[in-house]
């Protein structure tokens, strides 16, 4: 090809995920404006899909200086079947590897490891002799709600998106991230495991992926990267507890380095990241962070906000009153382990009257303070409903 054909091909991207929204075989004729100084002088581009029926897998782009003659067409035919036989043995490639990571996932979950090393072979076994970790990854549709009937399917995605953006819903057209979230973070992490010489194996599980790539390895290098990026673009000036994955985006969990004897382990780890990265609005929480750090950030869960409400309203409406203001006292006294000099300090009142207080929390809760249970219910109720503290400025 000419050395301005890479050139005049990135031109034409937008006419080709058109065209790839049309079911296969189809074709257009792209006229140009004049070639660019360097370019040669040709108006003519002809884009050909490759693929059959909805499933188009790519397309071949020729350019002309006049339309193709019989021979000239005789040849682009040729070229085009050929291609789509290619493409299409890579599919049912792809699809057998699929099934084979499929079996060898669904035994390591199991706990038969001996048994998915051996169907692993060397497609996958590589990657069962060394840590590895485990990745639980779905996408939010458009509205940011729970996905319900999002499906994996990489090859329809073009047609179905461009259609949505037809009728003013989805993701705008040529924006990969939000068309395929899932397809994308694929891409990336199969692309830099082959770079590397590391196996991932990547199993599509209805509306989620799942995925075990090395421990320490680029493919997860790369997810951490991806969803870091994601994150910068969305913005984090707000509070996690009030940022939404925006419909289209992605939420990633990943587990702690495992072996394939703890599996299962690992998978139930992704999923609980998961579930605190769609808490908390990020786009991937590692559970290992989840562990480490503290149990607060949990807390902005909406349900936990409507418990802690209703376990205070009472004090609360009692404060409102003016007879007192026994939800600060109650905090000063928690925060101080129940030392009354030190509480008492703090409040600013003699330790009698924080007494009083504590006994008034009893009975309008209807609950003892001597209950450790109680304690502890009563110290998240505060933490939960406690306002922010605004970020200081620069």
């Not at 049309?22 to 003519?44: F, I, L, Y």
């Not at 997860?220 to 000036?237: D, L, M, N, Q």
């Amino acid at each position: 090809a000419p050395d301005w054909a890479a050139r005049r091909a990135a031109r034409h991207t937008a006419d080709a995920e058109r065209l790839r929204a049309r079911p296969a075989p189809a074709s257009v004729v792209v006229g140009g404006s004049g070639a660019e100084a360097g370019d040669e002088p040709t108006d003519r581009v002809e884009l050909q899909s490759l693929g059959t029926g909805r499933r188009t897998r790519g397309v071949l782009a020729v350019g002309t200086g006049a339309p193709l003659g019989t021979a000239e067409r005789y040849a682009v035919h040729s070229a085009v079947a050929l291609l789509t036989l290619t493409t299409e043995r890579s599919r049912a490639l792809r699809e057998a590897e699929q099934r084979l990571g499929t079996a060898v996932l669904r035994m390591l979950l199991a706990g038969e490891p001996d048994h998915a090393r051996a169907v692993a072979g060397p497609l996958y076994g590589g990657l069962l002799d060394a840590p590895f970790r485990m990745l639980v990854a779905e996408a939010v549709p458009s509205g940011g709600a729970h996905p319900s009937h999002a499906a994996y399917a990489t090859d329809e995605t073009a047609a179905e998106t461009s259609a949505d953006a037809d009728s003013g819903t989805g993701a705008a057209p040529g924006d990969p991230d939000r068309t395929d979230p899932l397809g994308v973070l694929v891409d990336a992490m199969e692309a830099a495991a082959a770079r590397a010489g590391e196996a991932v194996l990547v199993v599509p599980d209805g509306e989620r992926l799942i995925v075990l790539a090395p421990d320490g390895g680029s493919a997860v290098a790369v997810c951490t990267e991806h969803a870091e990026e994601i994150e910068s673009r969305r913005g984090t000036a707000t509070r996690p507890r009030d940022r939404t994955a925006q419909g289209g985006e992605l939420v990633v969990g990943l587990s702690a380095p495992a072996g394939p004897i703890a599996a299962a382990a690992a998978y139930r780890q992704a999923e609980q990241a998961l579930s605190v990265a769609r808490r908390r609005g990020r786009v991937l929480v590692e559970h290992e962070h989840v562990a480490a750090g503290s149990l607060l950030p949990l807390l902005a869960d909406d349900a936990v906000r409507a418990f802690a409400d209703g376990m205070l309203r009472a004090l609360h409406d009692h404060d409102a009153t003016g007879r007192g203001d026994l939800v600060a006292s109650l905090r000063a006294w928690l925060s101080r382990h129940g030392q009354w000099d030190a509480a008492a300090a703090d409040l600013g009142v003699h330790r009698h009257t924080l007494r009083y207080r504590m006994r008034r929390v009893e009975e309008i809760l209807g609950r003892s303070l001597d209950d450790p249970d109680v304690r502890m219910e009563l110290w998240l109720a505060l933490k939960a409903t406690a306002p922010a503290t605004p970020a200081l400025k620069s």
